[in-house]
């Protein structure tokens, strides 16, 4: 059996952790993830020569909370900025 122990897969106390359930369809596209890094990458961090670390994570948090997530047209929001979107979800839900 290798290196784990018969009891290695035993629940620990009573029972299982529970975990909720969750469909494919709930996990975000990886086609999403890729498109943020390389954007991230192109628009900031090619662009850039950081002294520190703490510098780099300053302008990335920037980068990421200041533009990425509300201004920029996102394909999964129809073409339309986080601001503009969550706008019109809450006018429509008036």
């Known amino acids: 059996m290798g290196f784990v122990s018969s009891g290695a897969l035993e629940p620990v106390g009573s029972r299982w952790p529970e975990f909720p359930e969750r469909r494919w369809s ?3 596209e990886p086609a999403v993830a890729e498109s943020f890094f390389a954007t991230l990458e192109w628009e900031l961090i090619m662009q850039r020569d950081w002294q520190t670390r703490a510098e780099a994570r300053r302008d990335i948090f920037e ?13 999964t929001l129809g073409y339309r900025s986080p601001i503009t979107y969550e706008r019109e979800v809450i006018h429509a839900a008036a």
């Open 63 to 75: 980068f990421i909370e200041g533009w990425y997530n509300r201004e920029r047209r996102h394909s």
């Open 26 to 28: 709930e996990f975000p």
